[in-house]
């Protein structure tokens, strides 16, 4: 009858060890996909990538091809929008701001709630159409933010860029030259701007006319790159164009 109970007390004992392990495994477990969850999702930059506008096919190659080339191993979570009047109540959500439209941003409020995002430290991507001079109302946009613009380019054609900084963040891994088909942007910096860091420059083979293809604005508070190329499939579609483009939302997001 004792040995019964022994029995009875060491089996009891076992079942609630088991059951203990059981619920510690339970718990580690539910931990782990929490944490992986939570750390998969903190991970990715939050980009808020804004077209639309004249001359480009923004659906295209920015609203698909760049927010897929963003969005690869969960790099990125990018929100577009055409409607620039949504700007500001989506940057509170957002690390990084990549601008690409060429249509205007007339509400004073959004100009303003971009100023602040910049002032705040936040990032600011600028990608051809928006290194343009598009808007003879808001001179600070190209003073401040770009400070500079473009106000012509070659016509559409073959043309070679080069890396002359290859040890800055931007442009890691990206071939030190290379030749696409795309719009010479005529890049110049306004000299009462902040100035710009070139980081690579644009030439057509046999001229001697060179202009600022990728660059990094001298701001003391956000990190901002402006990349002039992306007029369409040949830009947008190749490594070269997507790893700068990968890279200048990681540093400017201070990643
Ligand atoms: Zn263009």
């Known amino acids: 009858m004792k040995n019964n109970q022994n029995f009875a007390v060491r089996l009891a004992r076992t079942h609630f060890n088991s059951c203990l392990i059981l619920l510690f495994c339970g718990l580690l477990f539910n931990n782990c996909k929490v944490n992986s969850g939570s750390a998969g999702k903190a991970k990715s930059i939050r980009t808020l990538m804004v077209g639309g506008g004249a001359s480009h096919d923004f659906n295209q190659w920015y609203k698909q091809a760049d927010a897929a080339t963003l969005r690869r191993d969960n790099f990125a979570t990018v929100r577009y929008t055409d409607n620039t009047d949504s700007i500001a109540a989506y940057l509170p959500q957002t690390d990084v701001l990549y601008l690409a439209n060429n249509q205007p941003i007339n509400n004073p409020q959004v100009r303003q709630a971009i100023f602040d995002f910049v002032k705040s430290g936040k990032g600011l991507v600028l990608g051809h159409a928006a290194l343009w001079y598009n808007w003879k109302d808001w001179p600070e946009y190209n003073l401040q933010l770009a400070s500079g613009g473009s106000r012509g380019h070659d016509r559409y054609g073959n043309f070679n860029v080069n890396i002359i900084n290859t040890n800055h963040p931007v442009t890691k891994g990206v071939e030190p030259a290379f ?32 202009f600022p293809s990728v660059f990094v604005v001298n701001n003391p508070q956000a990190r901002i790159v402006g990349i002039a190329l992306g007029h ?20 400017a997001a201070k990643k």
């Open 179 to 210: 030749s696409l088909k795309d719009e010479l942007y005529y890049f110049k910096t306004d000299p009462n701007g902040p100035g710009v860091e070139v980081l690579a420059n644009a030439s057509v083979a046999g001229s001697d006319r060179i």
């Open 232 to 251: 369409d499939a040949e830009s947008h579609n190749i490594t070269p164009y997507q790893t700068l483009l990968r890279n200048a939302i990681k540093w």
